[in-house]
DNA sequence: CGGACGATTGAGTATACTCAAATGTTGTGG
DNA sequence: CCACAACATTTGAGTATACTCAATCGTCCG
């Protein structure tokens, strides 16, 4: 997950919380975005950050012919629009209806100079999202179909529900927004499900619903770990501490 | 280009400038590497800053089979090793004998605290970092191999000698290297680099040394942008504005 | 000169892609 | 509430791109 702060990653208090303190009103300028709507487009001048209140976003960038890029989802408590140059290189927009608030720039950087809680959160955030960018850089670059969906439903359920996840997942976004995540057609993410459901990895209750069946088994396959596709279905050992390692 | 400082980039005072102010004496702390040598490898605690001074590092992920993405490469004047945890999630590795100014973290923490100056460079670098890597990653997601090479000689010429680069480009990575950074095999990086030569794009006077013919065909190639795929040959008109635009 | 390593080239293949059609889901108006 | 339209998703068939495995070529050193 590029580019994302989460409210639950930090042993620090998060920045939302501080945010929150630090702006007893920010609430004021809280706005409401339906599904598809642009928070702030390619070029659009930073003059904000953005801290997600309700529902999806997504952070995009689009080729000149129309490719697209899926950068990061961001949930709840998550900030973004932390862009350096003064206009904006990727765009924010809504995947389903949602809500933001819009802090100003200027009052956040007044605060950071005189909160170095504030200061400090930020910067740790800003170089934990760089972190976090990592293993979906190493799952585009360097994986599988089945491991990037692996990967993917695994972080999503992770981050659902720190630390182990729920096992039902509600994707809020729809399978393009996945297939430009992960780096693939939306034809190949549709087979990938099928086959992971035919596997007994997972199941599909609604289109836009997963049921993790296996989450170990789904996490190995994640964490390209080649031995685990060669275990197709049974394995009831648990393997918690394969993801520490 | 991921997790990069560049000396370059900014219109503020460069970190590496502000570091050698503040440090009078950082180039006691100078090591050097020989090729393929690991400065921090990972897992290792995250203690130290590094601030290249000669040669070329990369930054590196494995998978635990062995499939390795390169995340960045490092020049002169670059700083790296910021990662927010405990540990290093990405190993530093010398490309060719080079050598780093090593910073201690504590210190550097000091003086941030100190100096709003190399407070705000830093903040400013580690958010700039983070924009560098969203064109990699569009890259390794979204485009074809001759798409990808085309971009990474581009950008390594105007690393080189921003802001338009020399035609003539050195590379002190091997071709493996350059497949693990652009997410492709070393077969396929060695049959687009002759497929560029016989299309009169570049010309390879040695094996790591690259003449770079058509600069603005390449650009368009690496800016994803179709037409550009379908005009093999002539072409010789200028075409920065496509650049800014 | 020979060995080691890096890079290129070749042949065949697999994975994910494209194009196309069918199916499923959601929302809206009658 | 149902029917229909619009859209999302799945499935199918064929293909292309980049992969794997293998051999050759070139270059740098000892």
Redesign the interface.
């Known amino acids: 997950m ?2 994302v702060f989460n409210a639950f990653a930090g042993d620090k208090p998060s920045v939302g919380e501080l945010l929150s303190t630090r702006f007893p009103h920010f609430d004021a300028a809280v706005v409401s975005f339906t599904a598809g709507q642009e928070v702030v487009g390619e070029g659009d001048p930073t003059e904000n950050f953005f801290l997600v209140i309700r529902g999806l976003f997504r952070a995009v ?1 689009f ?3 129309g ?3 899926v ?1 990061a989802f961001y949930m709840p408590g998550d900030i973004c629009g ?4 003064a206009t904006h ?2 765009s924010i927009e809504a995947v389903d209806r949602a809500a933001m608030a819009i802090l100003p720039r200027p009052a956040c950087r007044l605060q950071m ?1 005189v909160d ?1 809680r504030l ?1 400090a959160a ?3 955030g ?6 976090l ?2 293993d ?3 799952m ?4 599988s179909a089945e491991e990037r969906l692996a990967w993917f439903l695994t972080m999503i359920r992770e981050r659902v529900a720190p630390p182990f996840g729920e096992n039902v997942v509600e994707l809020a976004m729809q399978r393009q927004d996945i297939a ?1 995540y ?2 693939l057609t939306i034809e190949t993410v549709s087979r990938t499900f099928t086959q992971f459901k035919e596997r007994g990895l997972i199941s599909l209750p609604r289109k836009r619903s997963v049921e993790i069946l296996r989450p170990d088994a789904l996490r190995r396959l994640a ?4 031995d685990a596709q060669s275990i197709p279905y049974p394995e009831p050992a648990r393997d918690l501490a394969a993801v520490a390692a």
């Open positions: 590029a580019y960038k080729t000149r012919d490719r697209r890029q950068f932390l862009e350096p140059e290189k990727l100079d170095p200061n930020l910067f740790e800003a170089t934990r999202a760089l972190t960018s990592i979906h850089m190493l585009i670059g360097r994986s430009d992960l780096g964490a390209a770990d080649r």
